[in-house]
């Protein structure tokens, strides 16, 4: 951990561009500003003070590693403290909140996500003379709700026979695999991505005693639905180890599980790697029970030309950020950051062109260059950003801007972790966690009318690379070690708001 630097750094004002107020860097910068913060410059005891006082919050947490941290005015860019706040640190889901920026001044506010039904053939009578084709652009949040929804409307609009095949096209975005392959096979939050999702690209794994044996089922569950599914398919094995196993065998995502393992009945989602087949697949279910009868899925690379019979759209861009804000979901960021991409200079290749091309925009928006991105949701362990280049972030962002709008409240907490209904400071950020990486940035506004704007990263990476596969899920130490570090954070945002009257 570096040594407390309020005084002058390379940037005395971290927010030296200052955009429009409300905007989410959306327009060129109006003026450079070189402000003190408001009423003088603190003496220089109370600074060194103040600097104590947030190395012994950070010592007393014991996490090893590297701690940085930088808060400024949200307003004026005025730095107000730092500790190692040039250091590039993995930001982890904090990653998210620049996606949330990108996102929006690339696609608008207002954008939506289509799904659609197309006939590449003539319509008549109730039937289509050519192929059905299910066709997306990408949407994160497409259900099995919605497809069923999708399949009431087709049977509303007369449809009763497709003499042609049932076709579905993904490849609206690039296929990926899996956001971070460094990650263990089975984890839900590590899909495959595409142009077309179903379930936040996840599987539902249940397990139930039957007798003396095991009965296992993988279905496309929602609120209303549970659709079972072939395109994914689960094997008892007899063996203690490993938990899961993965393998793209036959055309489908072919699973085994260790037996010993399933000690009562349970469930859990796993991630889908066919996910154009897999949303294929259920609709195909779907339209049965509407009384259309579909030939078994199959892929189309092209785009499909016809006409369109059901168009499903998802909500505003706004309200889809603000879920994957609150919720942290890694789909929803790395496919609205592979569609900003493609807005911007048509489709990037993988998850790490894109993060670059993202990194290229912060740069050209902000007086930030260190800022490296390797995906959009922060899974991948690679990305870097400074405290401070966050923070500059978020001050050109605004403190009326979209983006505080935005972001999640944040509890404060009394010392047993219960939420603190009554505490002077508001907090609204994004928090990030990956093993032995912890985060938290965002705004702080208290009693009074200022806004701060901060940043805190934590990280062992020693520590982390040292895990082994079977370890990443649950490391030993992990969830001490992210509790203290959350501690930490809280008690250096007390200590701000104390001092700089937040």
Known sequence: ???????????????????????????????????????????????????????????????????????????????????????????????????????AESLGPGHRFRTQLIATGPVANGRIDGDLVLAGTGDPTLNTDSLATMAARLRDAGIREVRGWFRVYGG????????????????????AISGLNLNFNRVHFEWRRAGG?????????????????????????????????????????????AGPA???????????????????????????????????????????????????????????????LKWSTNITAEVVGLTASATRGGAPGSLAASGARMADWLRGRTAINGARFVDHSGLGPDSRITPEDM?????????????????????????????LRNHPARVVAKTGTLNFVSGLAGYIQGPSNAVLAFAVFAADLDRRRRLSPEEMERPDGGRGWTQRARAMQQKLIERWVTVHGA
């Not at 004002?13 to 060129?28: D, F, K, N």
């Not at 609206?172 to 899909?191: E, K, T």
């Not at 189309?300 to 505003?316: A, E, F």
């Not at 001050?395 to 999640?408: C, E, I, Q």
């Open 391 to 419: 923070v500059a972030a978020l001050v050109h962002s605004g403190p009326d801007g979209a983006l505080r709008r935005m972001l999640k409240r944040i509890d404060m907490t009394d010392s047993n972790g219960r939420p």
């Open 213 to 257: 044996n095991w009965q296992v089922a993988m279905d496309a569950r929602s609120e209303r639905l549970r659709p079972a599914v072939t395109v994914a398919r689960m094997r008892i094995a007899d063996r203690r180890s490993p938990l899961y196993t993965y393998d793209d065998r036959e055309g489908v995502d072919d699973w085994t599980v």
């Open 1 to 103: 951990m570096g040594r407390d630097n309020s005084g002058i750094t390379r940037r005395l004002v971290l927010g030296a561009l200052l955009a429009a107020p409300g905007a989410a860097l959306a327009e060129a910068p109006l003026r450079s500003i070189r402000p003190e913060p408001r009423g003088g410059r603190p003496p220089a005891e109370a600074r060194r003070v103040a600097a104590r006082q947030a190395e012994a919050i950070v010592a007393e947490a014991g996490l090893g590693g590297r701690v940085a941290f930088a808060v400024a005015d949200a307003r004026t860019g005025a730095l107000l403290g730092a500790s190692g706040a040039g250091e590039a640190m993995p930001p982890a889901s904090v990653t998210k909140a620049i996606t949330a920026l990108y996102a």
């Open 172 to 191: 609206a975005l690039p296929f990926v695999r899996s956001i971070d392959p460094g990650q263990p096979d089975h984890v839900g939050y590590n899909p």
């Open 262 to 324: 399933l000690d009562r009945d349970g469930s859990r989602w796993l991630p889908v790697r066919r996910p154009a087949e897999y949303a294929g697949e259920v609709f195909q279910v779907l339209a049965r029970s509407y009384g259309i009868v579909l030939r078994h899925p199959e892929a189309t690379q092209g785009p499909p030309r016809g006409t369109v019979l059901v168009d499903h759209v998802s909500d505003d861009l706004t309200t889809v950020l603000t879920d994957m």
